[in-house]
C-alpha cells in the first residue's frame, strides 16, 4: 500500500468558554421565540438527537410540527417548499479555523471590511456580531421557509416582506425586543451587558455562538488521540487513514484536522429539491459559489465539509442526496457517473412529494453542466479498501461529544415549547 500523507497535527484552538454567556445561548438556541409563529428553534434543524443537523435531506422549517423524520406539516400552515440546503452540523465550529459558513461560505470573516465579514446583506447590517459565527443568526430568523413564516401571520414575516430588517422597529429589533420582555433573559443580559443596555440582536446572537462554540466541541475522536499520542487506531480504521492521506488522496481537499481545506469543489454532487433560483427564476438548480462570487469557474462549487461525528450526521452532501457515508464516499469514485445513476430512494424527505423533489435529476442541460463542472478525478477502489475507508470515518466521530454538555434544556425562559 502507497504511504500515507503527512498527517495533520491535533493543534485546533478554541475559545475559554464563560459559563454565564454560554448557558444565555443555551437557552436562546432551544426557544422558538426567534421566530416569527413562536414554533421553530434553531434546534429544531440543529438537534443533538439529529447530529445537530435535522435527519433530513432537505428539511422544513415553518409550518412543521415535530423533528427529525417525524417532522408532520402542519396541515393549518403548509410549507411553501422544503428548505433548498442540507442543515449541516455544528460540531467544531468555535476552532479558530471556521471562518467560511454555509455551503457556498457566502458569510466569511473579511478583515478589510469595516463590519469585519463579508455577508450577502452588505451594508444592510447590524454592527456587533463578535464572529462570522454570531453573524450568521441573522439569515434563518429573516427567512420566511425556516423561521420568519409567511407575511401575513406575524410581525417579523410582515417587517421582512416590506424589506425592513434594520434599525428600531426591523426584523432584528422585533425579535430582541421579544426577548427583552421575558424578565428571566433581561435579567441574564444584565450580567452579560450590563443592566442599562438594551438587548439589541447582536446580543443574542454573540451569545448563541458561545454556546455552540462550547456545546459542539467534538475534537477528541480515536483519530484525535492517535495524533495526540500514537494509540494506534483499529486495523481497519488504520487502513482507512492510509488511504485517505495515501492512495485516494481525499486529504487533498479534505485537510487538516477536521478534513476540510476550507474551499469549493465541484464533485458533481447530485442536487434534490427547490434549488437555489431567484424570485423571477424557475428552475431547481444550485450553482453553489457562483452565486457569491459570479464568476464562471465557481458553477457547481460547494465548501469541502468537516468530515466530523458522520454517522450523527447524515444525510450527506449539500442537498442531503445520499442518506449513507458508504453512498457518498462511493459518489467521489466515480462522480459523473454516480450523478447521473443517481437513485432517488437514497434521499430521505417528508411527506409529502413536492413537484420539484427530482425535478434536476430529469433536467438533462442542468445534469450535463453539473457533470461539465466537475473536478474529481475518478479513483479505483476495492470494496474491502471502501470499507476501510468508512471505517477510519467512523474513527472521527468524537464519543464524548454527550458528556459534560448542556444537553436539551427541560424548559426555555419564554415558556415555549422545546424539541426535545
Ligand atoms: C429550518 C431549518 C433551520 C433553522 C430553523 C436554522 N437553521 Fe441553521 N442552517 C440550516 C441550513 C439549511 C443551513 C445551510 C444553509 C446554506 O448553506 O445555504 C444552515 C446553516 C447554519 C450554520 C452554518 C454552518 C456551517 O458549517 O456553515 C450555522 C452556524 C447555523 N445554521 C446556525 C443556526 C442558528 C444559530 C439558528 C437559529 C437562529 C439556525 N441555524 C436555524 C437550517 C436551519
Ligand atoms: C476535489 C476535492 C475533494 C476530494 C479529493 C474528496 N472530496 Fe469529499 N467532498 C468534497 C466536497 C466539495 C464535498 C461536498 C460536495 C457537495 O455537497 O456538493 C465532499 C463531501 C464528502 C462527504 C460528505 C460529507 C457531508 O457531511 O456531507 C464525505 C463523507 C466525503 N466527502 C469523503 C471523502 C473521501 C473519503 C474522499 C477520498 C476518497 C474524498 N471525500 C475526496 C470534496 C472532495
Redesign the pocket.
Given at each position: 500500500m502507497a504511504a500515507a500523507g503527512p498527517l495533520p497535527s491535533a493543534d485546533a484552538v478554541f475559545p475559554e468558554p464563560d459559563m454565564t454567556r454560554v448557558e444565555l445561548g443555551w437557552q436562546l438556541f432551544y426557544d422558538p421565540i426567534l421566530s416569527g409563529n413562536r414554533t421553530v428553534s434553531c434546534a429544531t434543524c440543529h438537534h443533538p438527537r439529529l447530529g445537530t443537523g435535522d435527519g433530513l435531506s432537505l428539511g422544513i422549517g415553518d409550518g412543521g410540527i415535530g423533528l427529525g423524520i417525524d417532522r408532520k406539516i402542519d396541515p393549518e400552515n403548509p410549507p411553501e417548499q422544503r428548505i433548498p440546503r442540507?442543515a449541516?452540523?455544528l460540531f467544531n465550529l468555535g476552532a479558530s479555523e471556521f471562518t467560511r459558513l454555509f455551503?457556498d461560505g457566502r458569510l466569511e470573516t473579511d478583515v478589510t471590511r469595516a463590519s469585519g465579514f463579508r455577508t450577502p446583506l452588505g451594508t444592510e447590517m447590524e454592527a456587533g456580531f463578535d464572529s462570522a459565527l454570531a453573524a450568521q443568526a441573522m439569515f434563518p430568523v429573516l427567512s420566511g421557509d425556516e423561521m420568519a413564516g409567511h407575511y401575513s401571520e406575524n410581525d417579523v414575516a410582515q417587517v421582512v416582506r416590506q424589506g425592513f430588517l434594520t434599525g428600531p422597529g426591523g426584523a432584528w429589533d422585533i425579535l430582541a425586543k421579544r426577548v427583552e420582555a421575558i424578565p428571566a433573559y433581561r435579567t441574564s443580559f444584565d450580567t452579560v451587558i450590563g443592566a442599562d443596555t438594551p438587548v439589541r440582536f447582536h446580543d443574542i446572537a454573540n451569545v448563541m455562538a458561545d454556546f455552540i462554540r462550547f456545546e459542539w466541541r467534538a475534537d477528541n475522536s480515536p483519530f484525535d488521540t492517535y495524533l495526540r499520542d500514537a494509540t494506534p487506531l483499529p486495523a481497519s480504521a488504520a487502513k482507512g487513514m492510509e488511504?485517505?492521506y495515501g492512495k485516494?488522496?481525499?486529504?487533498?481537499?479534505?485537510s487538516g484536522q477536521f478534513?476540510t481545506?476550507h474551499g469549493?469543489?465541484?464533485?458533481a454532487?447530485p442536487q434534490i429539491g427547490p434549488g437555489k433560483a431567484a424570485r423571477f427564476e424557475s428552475h431547481n438548480r444550485d450553482v453553489?459559489r457562483m452565486r457569491v462570487t459570479g464568476a464562471a469557474e465557481d458553477a457547481?462549487?460547494?465548501?469541502?465539509?468537516?468530515?466530523r461525528n458522520?454517522p450523527e450526521?447524515?444525510?450527506?452532501?449539500?442537498?442531503?442526496a445520499?442518506a449513507t457515508?458508504e453512498a457518498?464516499?462511493r459518489?467521489?469514485?466515480d462522480p459523473v457517473a454516480s450523478l447521473h445513476a443517481y437513485d432517488p430512494t437514497m434521499a430521505l424527505l417528508l411527506p409529502p412529494d413536492y413537484d420539484n423533489d427530482f425535478a434536476l435529476q430529469n433536467t438533462p442541460e442542468d445534469l450535463a453542466a453539473i457533470a461539465h463542472a466537475n473536478?474529481?478525478t475518478p479513483?479505483s477502489?476495492s470494496d474491502a479498501e471502501v470499507s476501510d475507508?468508512v471505517a477510519?470515518?467512523r474513527a472521527l466521530q468524537d464519543p464524548g461529544v454527550a458528556e459534560n454538555r448542556l444537553g436539551v434544556p427541560a424548559t426555555v425562559h419564554s415558556g415555549l415549547l422545546v424539541d426535545q
Amino acid at each position: 500500500m502507497a504511504a500515507a500523507g503527512p498527517l495533520p497535527s491535533a493543534d485546533a484552538v478554541f475559545p475559554e468558554p464563560d459559563m454565564t454567556r454560554v448557558e444565555l445561548g443555551w437557552q436562546l438556541f432551544y426557544d422558538p421565540i426567534l421566530s416569527g409563529n413562536r414554533t421553530v428553534s434553531c434546534a429544531t434543524c440543529h438537534h443533538p438527537r439529529l447530529g445537530t443537523g435535522d435527519g433530513l435531506s432537505l428539511g422544513i422549517g415553518d409550518g412543521g410540527i415535530g423533528l427529525g423524520i417525524d417532522r408532520k406539516i402542519d396541515p393549518e400552515n403548509p410549507p411553501e417548499q422544503r428548505i433548498p440546503r442540507n442543515a449541516p452540523a455544528l460540531f467544531n465550529l468555535g476552532a479558530s479555523e471556521f471562518t467560511r459558513l454555509f455551503h457556498d461560505g457566502r458569510l466569511e470573516t473579511d478583515v478589510t471590511r469595516a463590519s469585519g465579514f463579508r455577508t450577502p446583506l452588505g451594508t444592510e447590517m447590524e454592527a456587533g456580531f463578535d464572529s462570522a459565527l454570531a453573524a450568521q443568526a441573522m439569515f434563518p430568523v429573516l427567512s420566511g421557509d425556516e423561521m420568519a413564516g409567511h407575511y401575513s401571520e406575524n410581525d417579523v414575516a410582515q417587517v421582512v416582506r416590506q424589506g425592513f430588517l434594520t434599525g428600531p422597529g426591523g426584523a432584528w429589533d422585533i425579535l430582541a425586543k421579544r426577548v427583552e420582555a421575558i424578565p428571566a433573559y433581561r435579567t441574564s443580559f444584565d450580567t452579560v451587558i450590563g443592566a442599562d443596555t438594551p438587548v439589541r440582536f447582536h446580543d443574542i446572537a454573540n451569545v448563541m455562538a458561545d454556546f455552540i462554540r462550547f456545546e459542539w466541541r467534538a475534537d477528541n475522536s480515536p483519530f484525535d488521540t492517535y495524533l495526540r499520542d500514537a494509540t494506534p487506531l483499529p486495523a481497519s480504521a488504520a487502513k482507512g487513514m492510509e488511504l485517505f492521506y495515501g492512495k485516494a488522496q481525499c486529504d487533498s481537499c479534505h485537510s487538516g484536522q477536521f478534513q476540510t481545506d476550507h474551499g469549493f469543489h465541484a464533485i458533481a454532487m447530485p442536487q434534490i429539491g427547490p434549488g437555489k433560483a431567484a424570485r423571477f427564476e424557475s428552475h431547481n438548480r444550485d450553482v453553489g459559489r457562483m452565486r457569491v462570487t459570479g464568476a464562471a469557474e465557481d458553477a457547481y462549487r460547494f465548501r469541502t465539509p468537516s468530515l466530523r461525528n458522520l454517522p450523527e450526521t447524515g444525510p450527506y452532501g449539500h442537498a442531503g442526496a445520499y442518506a449513507t457515508i458508504e453512498a457518498v464516499v462511493r459518489h467521489h469514485l466515480d462522480p459523473v457517473a454516480s450523478l447521473h445513476a443517481y437513485d432517488p430512494t437514497m434521499a430521505l424527505l417528508l411527506p409529502p412529494d413536492y413537484d420539484n423533489d427530482f425535478a434536476l435529476q430529469n433536467t438533462p442541460e442542468d445534469l450535463a453542466a453539473i457533470a461539465h463542472a466537475n473536478e474529481l478525478t475518478p479513483i479505483s477502489l476495492s470494496d474491502a479498501e471502501v470499507s476501510d475507508i468508512v471505517a477510519f470515518l467512523r474513527a472521527l466521530q468524537d464519543p464524548g461529544v454527550a458528556e459534560n454538555r448542556l444537553g436539551v434544556p427541560a424548559t426555555v425562559h419564554s415558556g415555549l415549547l422545546v424539541d426535545q
